[in-house]
């Protein structure tokens, strides 16, 4: 078979969505985890035990894909379970090949406006505070007991007056060099490190990482073997190898 034939059978990312989301959680672990080696069980259970949902990331309108990449990428490594974005000015969220498959290992999701955001934080009690230059709070003086969403703005002009607006607190980290501000993606790892650091990873329910673990169950095997077994429709065979 041909690369172009095999690129023709690859599932969609929405077939593979609905796959996993019809799916029952603990059969979907049961078909997954014989095709699974043992070392990549322990890696997920491992990484599964570091995740947590108290903390989440957002950012406002980012322009630079590096940017909002590196973003991904970063709070993926930290453990950090959610990636915000709030509208997207040109190409922002498709510089993939920066997350070195980040995004197949968080949920990232898309506000059209600023309102989705807060009607999400609003729901789960969250906390909205955003990192501003003028901020009041200095990040190593923020409260962490609470669930928190750390909001970013755009790389040339910050939070719109909206996002300060319903922002339950404004930060700034503290620099002590020449340098007035720092890189997004920059700024975003610290203020992450940060309240990780001082109790802000809470890990997830038990219930909470069933779902989960499915999905990365599901994400560490062949797209079109995932399918087949998931939704018993026959398949080709499974291209050897598994992402990481």
């Not at 970063?74 to 993939?96: C, D, F, I, W």
């Not at 703005?153 to 340098?179: K, T, W, Y």
């Not at 650091?197 to 073997?225: F, K």
Request: proline share 8%; net charge negative.
């Amino acid at each position: 078979m041909s690369e172009a034939d095999n690129e023709a059978l690859e599932p969609t990312p929405a077939e593979i969505a609905e796959a996993e989301a019809v799916a029952d959680p603990d059969r979907a672990i049961e078909l997954l985890a014989p095709y699974l080696t043992a070392s990549r069980i322990d890696k997920i259970e491992r990484t599964l035990a570091a995740r947590t949902d108290h903390v989440v990331v957002a950012v406002e309108s980012p322009s630079d894909p590096h940017n909002a990449a590196a973003i991904v990428r970063t709070a993926e490594a930290l453990g950090v379970l959610g990636v915000h974005v709030v509208g997207v000015e040109g190409r922002a969220l498709h510089k993939r090949a920066t997350t070195q498959g980040a995004f197949r290992w968080v949920d990232t999701r898309h506000h059209e406006d600023l309102s989705g955001l807060v009607a999400y934080c609003r729901e789960r009690g969250m906390r909205l505070v955003g990192a501003a230059m003028d901020g009041p709070t200095p990040l190593p003086r923020m409260k962490v007991d609470e669930p928190l969403c750390l909001l970013l703005g755009n790389e040339h002009r910050g939070l719109s007056p909206q996002a300060r607006a319903a922002c339950d607190d404004l930060f700034h980290i503290p620099m002590v060099g020449m340098s007035e501000s720092l890189n997004l993606s920059v700024s975003a790892a610290i203020a992450m490190h940060d309240v990780l650091s001082r109790g802000a990873r809470r890990p997830l329910p038990t219930q909470q990482q069933l779902p989960w673990r499915a999905r990365y169950y599901a994400r560490s095997l062949d797209p079109r073997l995932v399918l087949g077994l998931l939704t018993g429709k026959a398949q080709p065979a499974a291209v050897p190898g598994t992402p990481t």
